[in-house]
Protein backbone atom coordinates (compact mmCIF):
# COMPACT_ATOMS: atom_id res chain seq x y z
CA UNK A 1 0.00 0.00 0.00
CA UNK A 2 2.04 3.15 -1.12
CA UNK A 3 0.41 5.85 0.50
CA UNK A 4 2.98 8.30 -1.52
CA UNK A 5 2.89 8.30 -5.05
CA UNK A 6 5.23 10.02 -8.07
CA UNK A 7 3.20 9.22 -11.33
CA UNK A 8 6.22 10.56 -13.26
CA UNK A 9 9.14 8.22 -13.54
CA UNK A 10 11.37 10.99 -15.63
CA UNK A 11 11.45 14.45 -16.56
CA UNK A 12 13.72 16.41 -18.85
CA UNK A 13 14.31 19.99 -19.06
CA UNK A 14 15.97 22.67 -20.45
CA UNK A 15 18.39 24.13 -18.68
CA UNK A 16 17.10 27.77 -17.21
CA UNK A 17 13.49 26.94 -17.39
CA UNK A 18 11.46 25.37 -14.94
CA UNK A 19 11.04 22.38 -13.79
CA UNK A 20 7.90 20.96 -11.66
CA UNK A 21 7.98 17.74 -10.04
CA UNK A 22 4.49 16.06 -8.93
CA UNK A 23 3.56 14.18 -5.58
CA UNK A 24 0.45 12.78 -4.58
CA UNK A 25 -0.29 10.70 -1.06
CA UNK A 26 -3.15 9.30 0.54
CA UNK A 27 -2.72 9.40 4.04
CA UNK A 28 -4.35 12.41 5.35
CA UNK A 29 -2.68 11.93 8.67
CA UNK A 30 0.51 12.81 6.85
CA UNK A 31 1.74 16.59 8.87
CA UNK A 32 4.60 16.91 7.17
CA UNK A 33 5.81 16.66 3.62
CA UNK A 34 9.77 16.15 2.01
CA UNK A 35 11.64 16.30 -0.90
CA UNK A 36 15.05 14.76 -1.42
CA UNK A 37 17.63 14.92 -4.23
CA UNK A 38 19.72 11.97 -4.80
CA UNK A 39 22.89 11.44 -7.04
CA UNK A 40 23.86 8.08 -7.97
CA UNK A 41 25.77 6.03 -5.42
CA UNK A 42 25.13 8.85 -2.58
CA UNK A 43 22.45 9.14 -0.28
CA UNK A 44 19.55 11.44 -0.69
CA UNK A 45 19.89 14.40 0.82
CA UNK A 46 17.01 16.89 2.19
CA UNK A 47 16.05 19.68 0.17
CA UNK A 48 12.67 21.30 1.51
CA UNK A 49 10.42 20.75 3.38
CA UNK A 50 6.87 22.17 4.26
CA UNK A 51 4.44 21.57 7.07
CA UNK A 52 0.51 20.37 6.60
CA UNK A 53 -0.33 24.11 8.11
CA UNK A 54 1.14 25.82 5.28
CA UNK A 55 0.47 26.00 1.37
CA UNK A 56 3.82 27.25 0.64
CA UNK A 57 7.56 26.97 1.37
CA UNK A 58 10.25 28.89 -0.74
CA UNK A 59 14.06 28.11 -0.42
CA UNK A 60 16.17 30.00 -3.05
CA UNK A 61 15.36 28.25 -6.60
CA UNK A 62 13.33 25.68 -4.54
CA UNK A 63 9.69 26.39 -4.05
CA UNK A 64 6.98 23.44 -2.45
CA UNK A 65 3.71 23.84 -2.84
CA UNK A 66 0.98 21.60 -0.76
CA UNK A 67 -2.99 21.44 -2.14
CA UNK A 68 -4.21 19.73 1.20
CA UNK A 69 -8.05 19.06 -0.39
CA UNK A 70 -6.37 17.97 -3.22
CA UNK A 71 -3.82 15.36 -1.43
CA UNK A 72 -0.91 16.90 -3.73
CA UNK A 73 2.54 18.73 -3.14
CA UNK A 74 4.97 19.88 -6.22
CA UNK A 75 8.39 21.14 -6.13
CA UNK A 76 9.66 23.85 -8.36
CA UNK A 77 12.60 24.56 -9.33
CA UNK A 78 13.57 27.46 -11.25
CA UNK A 79 15.73 28.30 -13.34
CA UNK A 80 17.07 24.31 -13.82
CA UNK A 81 20.54 24.28 -13.78
CA UNK A 82 22.90 21.15 -15.07
CA UNK A 83 23.50 20.19 -11.27
CA UNK A 84 20.10 19.43 -10.58
CA UNK A 85 19.85 16.30 -12.71
CA UNK A 86 19.26 13.88 -10.25
CA UNK A 87 16.61 11.49 -8.68
CA UNK A 88 14.02 13.60 -6.42
CA UNK A 89 11.93 12.10 -3.98
CA UNK A 90 8.45 13.05 -2.88
CA UNK A 91 8.32 12.22 1.11
CA UNK A 92 5.85 12.31 3.92
CA UNK A 93 5.43 11.98 7.92
CA UNK A 94 3.11 12.63 10.83
CA UNK A 95 3.39 12.41 14.45
CA UNK A 96 1.15 9.51 14.63
CA UNK A 97 3.54 7.45 13.40
CA UNK A 98 6.68 7.89 15.02
CA UNK A 99 7.44 10.47 12.40
CA UNK A 100 8.45 7.61 9.76
CA UNK A 101 9.17 8.61 6.26
CA UNK A 102 7.26 7.39 3.61
CA UNK A 103 8.42 7.88 0.06
CA UNK A 104 7.49 7.70 -3.05
CA UNK A 105 9.53 5.97 -5.80
CA UNK A 106 11.50 9.05 -6.90
CA UNK A 107 11.48 11.21 -10.33
CA UNK A 108 14.95 11.23 -12.11
CA UNK A 109 15.46 15.19 -13.67
CA UNK A 110 17.71 15.57 -16.72
CA UNK A 111 18.27 19.05 -17.12
CA UNK A 112 19.71 19.53 -20.94
CA UNK A 113 22.17 22.11 -21.58
CA UNK B 1 31.39 16.06 9.78
CA UNK B 2 30.97 13.06 9.88
CA UNK B 3 27.25 12.98 10.09
CA UNK B 4 25.42 9.44 9.50
CA UNK B 5 28.52 7.04 8.44
CA UNK B 6 27.97 3.61 7.07
CA UNK B 7 30.05 0.43 6.47
CA UNK B 8 30.72 -1.07 4.43
CA UNK B 9 30.40 0.55 1.35
CA UNK B 10 30.06 -2.94 -0.95
CA UNK B 11 29.49 -6.47 -0.40
CA UNK B 12 28.92 -9.33 -1.92
CA UNK B 13 27.08 -12.47 0.24
CA UNK B 14 26.70 -15.94 -0.78
CA UNK B 15 23.18 -17.32 0.24
CA UNK B 16 22.87 -18.01 3.71
CA UNK B 17 25.84 -15.90 4.94
CA UNK B 18 25.21 -13.56 7.73
CA UNK B 19 26.78 -10.15 8.09
CA UNK B 20 26.04 -6.49 9.90
CA UNK B 21 25.74 -3.10 8.68
CA UNK B 22 27.46 -1.00 10.47
CA UNK B 23 25.46 2.68 10.79
CA UNK B 24 26.94 5.51 13.45
CA UNK B 25 25.81 8.78 13.58
CA UNK B 26 27.41 11.88 15.57
CA UNK B 27 24.95 14.74 15.57
CA UNK B 28 23.00 13.01 18.83
CA UNK B 29 19.88 12.08 16.90
CA UNK B 30 17.47 10.21 18.94
CA UNK B 31 15.66 8.81 15.87
CA UNK B 32 17.12 5.96 13.63
CA UNK B 33 16.12 4.05 10.63
CA UNK B 34 17.15 1.57 8.00
CA UNK B 35 16.00 1.80 4.76
CA UNK B 36 16.41 -0.37 1.55
CA UNK B 37 16.01 1.16 -2.17
CA UNK B 38 15.43 -1.60 -4.75
CA UNK B 39 15.71 -0.47 -8.25
CA UNK B 40 13.23 1.75 -9.72
CA UNK B 41 11.18 1.70 -6.12
CA UNK B 42 11.28 4.32 -3.44
CA UNK B 43 12.70 3.86 0.14
CA UNK B 44 11.19 1.30 2.41
CA UNK B 45 11.73 1.51 5.80
CA UNK B 46 13.41 -1.91 8.03
CA UNK B 47 13.57 -0.59 11.08
CA UNK B 48 13.83 2.42 12.81
CA UNK B 49 14.49 3.36 16.55
CA UNK B 50 13.41 6.41 18.89
CA UNK B 51 15.84 6.27 21.23
CA UNK B 52 18.63 3.87 23.12
CA UNK B 53 17.49 0.55 23.86
CA UNK B 54 13.82 1.05 21.81
CA UNK B 55 13.72 -0.58 18.47
CA UNK B 56 11.02 -1.03 15.94
CA UNK B 57 9.46 -3.21 12.98
CA UNK B 58 8.80 -1.15 10.07
CA UNK B 59 7.48 -1.59 6.34
CA UNK B 60 9.57 -4.70 5.66
CA UNK B 61 11.40 -6.18 8.63
CA UNK B 62 11.66 -10.08 7.51
CA UNK B 63 15.17 -11.45 7.20
CA UNK B 64 16.99 -8.76 9.56
CA UNK B 65 17.53 -7.96 13.47
CA UNK B 66 18.64 -4.39 14.61
CA UNK B 67 20.07 -3.32 17.98
CA UNK B 68 20.07 0.36 19.56
CA UNK B 69 22.41 0.08 22.48
CA UNK B 70 24.04 3.25 22.28
CA UNK B 71 22.27 6.67 20.60
CA UNK B 72 25.49 6.79 18.13
CA UNK B 73 25.32 3.23 16.76
CA UNK B 74 21.95 1.75 15.06
CA UNK B 75 23.51 -2.11 13.25
CA UNK B 76 21.65 -3.75 10.89
CA UNK B 77 21.87 -8.02 11.09
CA UNK B 78 21.13 -10.16 8.27
CA UNK B 79 21.41 -13.80 9.33
CA UNK B 80 20.44 -15.89 6.37
CA UNK B 81 21.19 -14.13 3.21
CA UNK B 82 18.65 -14.20 0.42
CA UNK B 83 18.69 -13.09 -2.72
CA UNK B 84 16.02 -11.22 -1.96
CA UNK B 85 17.79 -9.05 -0.03
CA UNK B 86 20.14 -7.91 -2.75
CA UNK B 87 19.58 -4.01 -2.73
CA UNK B 88 21.06 -0.76 -1.58
CA UNK B 89 20.70 -0.28 2.42
CA UNK B 90 20.56 3.13 3.57
CA UNK B 91 20.62 4.65 7.42
CA UNK B 92 19.28 7.70 8.41
CA UNK B 93 18.85 9.62 11.94
CA UNK B 94 16.78 12.38 12.51
CA UNK B 95 15.96 14.61 15.42
CA UNK B 96 12.14 15.63 15.15
CA UNK B 97 11.44 19.39 16.55
CA UNK B 98 8.09 20.66 18.03
CA UNK B 99 7.16 22.00 14.55
CA UNK B 100 7.74 18.70 13.52
CA UNK B 101 10.07 19.02 11.07
CA UNK B 102 11.41 15.56 10.25
CA UNK B 103 14.10 16.16 8.28
CA UNK B 104 16.61 13.09 8.13
CA UNK B 105 20.10 12.36 7.15
CA UNK B 106 21.38 9.72 5.00
CA UNK B 107 24.38 7.72 4.95
CA UNK B 108 26.13 7.01 1.81
CA UNK B 109 24.31 3.66 1.39
CA UNK B 110 25.99 0.25 0.91
CA UNK B 111 25.15 -2.13 -2.13
CA UNK B 112 24.40 -5.11 -0.83
CA UNK B 113 24.37 -8.27 -3.68
CA UNK B 114 23.04 -11.41 -2.22
CA UNK B 115 24.66 -14.59 -4.93
Known amino acids: DQQVKQNSPSLSVQEGRISILNCDYT??????FLWYKKYPAEGPTFLIS?????DKNEDGRFTVFLNKSAKHLSLHIVPSQPGDSAVYFC????????????FGAGTTVTVRA | NAGVTQTPKFRILKIGQSMTLQCTQD?????MYWYRQDPGMGLKLIYY???????DKGEVPNGYNVSRSTTEDFPLRLELAAPSQTSVYFC??????????????FGQGTRLTVV
Open chain 1, 91 to 102: AASSLSNDYKLS
Open chain 2, 49 to 55: SVGAGIT
Open chain 1, 27 to 32: NSMFDY
Open chain 2, 27 to 31: MNHNY
Open chain 2, 92 to 105: ASSAPGRQGNTEAF
Open chain 1, 50 to 54: ISSIK
